[in-house]
């Protein structure tokens, strides 16, 4: 990832002058991973060196997290190391895609990565995607993971459940029903399949429940309310009735009157059935 590296040269520095880089987007580390890395460390050596920068008082970390820890974890008081010259801005920017890179970043903590990208390059969503060789579609999916409470972050990652799940998890727009769904999936460890069909079948429910609007016709335009009478009427004198309309407008009132010939009228009431 730096293009530079092979040709720097690895120099040994005091474990106690590395500070981490607060730019450094996991959260998490496995104790039980630690530990293992620490033992092989211990027993073969810190393969890959640590890349730190210059800062007052000593250096920073960039690239190398849980080796640090594992070393620290190994009782080791030196580290091989390779210093690369950066300023803040670049060496957050490293620290997060040396993370992205990694398969085992945790979800969230990913989708927190690429926004902070998104901020420290100061690019739009399509820019990021062409920087990290993924389509725009993928990063605005991973950033809207973000929508998820810190809550539910957790459990999700405690879970373990997959981003699947919970994209699957943001068709619920209510936050205690969302919550609600979460604690079914991980209780009865629910597939992300069986997880998009209980929520699928928790909003057609929703649906139903709710009580049915009455519909409300309105005609804003009083015009067709006539117009509405002229065809009534045309249709009549279609079937025979000589009917015919009238209207008048006051400054008060538009007036309609409809004329039937009270002998078709009568006629047509002593017709047998």
Known sequence: MFMLQDKRRVQEIPLNKIRPNPSQPRRTFSQRELQELSDSIRANGLLQPLTVRRVPGGYELIAGERRLRACFLAGMRFASCIVVDCDEQQSAVYAILENLQRQDLQVFEEAEGIRRLIEEWGVTQ????????????????????????????????????????????????????????????????????????????????????????????????????????????????????????????????????????????????????
Do not use: W, Y
């Open 126 to 273: 399509e820019e990021a995607a062409a920087r990290l060789g993924k389509s725009q579609s993928a990063i605005a999916n991973k950033l809207r993971l973000l929508r998820l409470t810190q809550q539910e972050r957790e459990i999700i990652s405690e879970a373990r459940l997959t981003e699947r799940h919970a994209r699957a998890l943001l068709k619920v727009d209510e936050e205690k029903q969302r919550m609600r769904i979460l604690h079914i999936v991980v209780d009865s460890g629910l597939n992300v399949k069986q997880t998009e069909e209980l929520i699928d079948a928790e909003i057609q429910k929703e649906t139903q429940d709710k009580p049915k609007s009455k519909r409300t016709f309105v005609i804003k335009d009083v015009r067709l309310f006539l117009n509405t009478i002229k065809h009534a009427v045309e249709t009549m004198r279609l079937s025979g009735i000589n009917a015919v309309t009238q209207s008048r407008e006051t400054d008060e009132f538009i007036e309609c009157v409809v004329r039937i010939p009270k002998a078709q009228a009568d006629s047509r009431k002593k017709k047998p059935a």
